[in-house]
C-alpha cells in the first residue's frame, strides 16, 4: 500500500530499486541495456547461468547539503537484481559487455540452433 502511493517509501529505506531496462533480439543476437546513472562500473556484475542472464549492482547514497532545505530528493540509491530468461541459448565465450555514460549495454550472439522454427498446422 505504502509503496504505491509513496514510492520514496522504500528507497529512503535504502531498499532495493528497479533501473529501467531493455531486452530485445537483433541480427541474431539478444541486446540487453540497462539505464545505470551514476553507478560505478566497478560495482556491477553480470552472470550468465544457464539460460538465466542477471544484472546486480548497487548505488551508494548521495551526500546531502546539511545546511539545505530540501523540497524534492528523487535520487535513487542502494542495491538492485534483475534476471531474465533467455529465449534460446548463446555463444557464452562471445557474451560482450560495455558500459558508457550511464548505460549498460549486453550483446549475447545466439547460437544457429536456436533459432525459431515455424511449424505448419496440416
Do not use: C, Q
Not at 29 to 47: C, F, M, N, R
Request: charged share 40%.
Amino acid at each position: 500500500f505504502f509503496d504505491r502511493l509513496w514510492p520514496e517509501w522504500r528507497r529512503d529505506l535504502g531498499e532495493e530499486w528497479t533501473p529501467a531496462v531493455n531486452f530485445f533480439e537483433k541480427d541474431g543476437k539478444y541486446h540487453v541495456t540497462a539505464d545505470l546513472p551514476g553507478i560505478d562500473k566497478e560495482d556491477l556484475s553480470i552472470t550468465l547461468e544457464g539460460d538465466f542472464l542477471t544484472i546486480r549492482g548497487k548505488k551508494e547514497s548521495s551526500k546531502e547539503e546539511k545546511d539545505a532545505d530540501y523540497y524534492m530528493k528523487e535520487t535513487r540509491y542502494g542495491s538492485f537484481s534483475r534476471s531474465f530468461k533467455l529465449p534460446g541459448e548463446v555463444h557464452v565465450d562471445n557474451v560482450d559487455a560495455s558500459y558508457k555514460d550511464g548505460v549498460l549495454t549486453v550483446v549475447l550472439p545466439k547460437k544457429e540452433d536456436s533459432k525459431t522454427k515455424k511449424i505448419e498446422v496440416h
